[in-house]
């Protein structure tokens, strides 16, 4: 069963430096990988989608990569703002009927 | 493009009532619905995939019978959970896949029960 992990589950940095955060999944075998943003409460906001043929993505601050043999994925954001302040999910989609979700990174950034 | 709403945002109901959730792609077609829940600081775990006109197939550990999951048309897809109790307060989220494409989902903004 494809699980997935996420590291820290919480982090605060002050606002303008660049940070990482961590995704890790069990299984290889991914159709793709998404990131999403979800405020307090509200639902999700997707960020990046990963194919499984592709290794990385990028829009605006933010760069994510996907390395399917290691299981591993990260999503890099740059300067961070306050505004960038919520938690961060990551998942991958294992078959072609669902998704499978990390617990999440909870990111503060500090004005 | 690609917009998933759900309805309510937020519901407060009494234990023992029963509460209907909507879910409805706005601007697609979706062959294929989810439907998540949330707890407090956790992850998102799948209840049951749906698809249209058939029956949904739910998770292990999920009660079909107390989430109730009606996909009629290729816009909407309901939950509606039954003789509600406190500890199904939870959020629940949906997401629709656009028929014809398999790899990406949209989601709705949640709804958040509270069963008093």
């Known amino acids: 069963k494809q699980e997935v992990t996420q590291i820290p589950a919480a982090l605060s940095v002050p606002e303008g430096e660049n940070l990482v955060l961590n995704c890790s999944f069990t299984?290889?075998?991914?159709?793709?990988l998404q990131w999403f943003r979800q405020d307090h409460g509200k639902g999700l906001t997707s960020l990046l989608l990963i194919q499984s043929s592709q290794r990385e993505q990028t829009s605006g601050r933010l760069n994510a990569s996907l390395d399917k043999s290691s299981g591993r994925s990260t999503l890099y954001i740059a300067a961070s703002q306050p505004g960038d302040s919520a938690t961060y999910l990551c998942?991958?989609?294992?078959?072609?009927?669902?998704?499978?979700f990390g617990a999440g990174t909870r990111l503060t950034v500090k004005p | 493009g690609a917009v998933v709403s759900q309805h309510p945002s937020r519901v407060i109901c009494k234990s023992g009532t029963s509460v209907k959730i909507e879910c409805r792609s706005l601007d697609f077609q979706a062959t294929t619905m989810f439907w998540y829940r949330q707890f407090p600081k956790q992850s998102l775990m799948l209840m049951a995939t749906?698809?249209?006109?058939?029956?949904?197939?739910?998770e292990q550990g999920v009660e079909k019978d107390k989430f109730l999951i009606n996909h009629a048309s290729l816009t909407l897809s309901t939950l509606t959970v039954t003789s509600a109790h406190p500890e199904d307060s939870s959020f629940y989220i949906c997401s629709a896949r656009p028929a014809g494409r398999t790899t990406e989902a949209f989601f709705g903004q949640g709804t958040r029960l509270t069963v008093v």
């Open positions: 749906s698809n249209e006109g058939s029956k949904a197939t739910y």
């Open positions: 299984d290889s075998a991914i159709y793709n």
């Open positions: 998942a991958v989609r294992p078959s072609n009927n669902d998704m499978r």
